[in-house]
């Protein structure tokens, strides 16, 4: 397996991992007072916090 294809396949299983982040987290906000902006955010930035700390991994490890 190529280095291309490598960065591909860490591309993909981190945006599954954000998708499913921010999805929960914007559903348990949702949940706690039904309010639709909220959640929104909440779950957005969890997220860009999925994402920063996924970064953060890939450079120690790279």
Same mark, same amino acid.
């Given at each position: 397996m190529?280095?291309?294809? +490598? &960065? $591909?396949?860490?591309?993909v &299983?981190?945006?599954?991992?954000?998708?499913?982040?921010?999805? *929960?987290?914007? +559903?348990?906000?949702?949940?706690?007072d039904?309010r639709?902006?909220?959640? &929104? +955010? &909440?779950?957005?930035?969890?997220?860009g916090? $999925? *994402?920063? +700390? $996924? *970064?953060?991994?890939?450079?120690?490890?790279?």
């Open positions: 190529g280095s291309h294809e +490598l &960065v $591909a396949l860490w591309i &299983v981190v945006a599954i991992g954000v998708v499913f982040v921010g999805t *929960v987290a914007g +559903l348990l906000s949702w949940l706690e039904r639709l902006p909220r959640a &929104v +955010l &909440v779950g957005g930035s969890a997220a916090g $999925a *994402v920063a +700390l $996924a *970064v953060g991994i890939a450079s120690i490890f790279s």
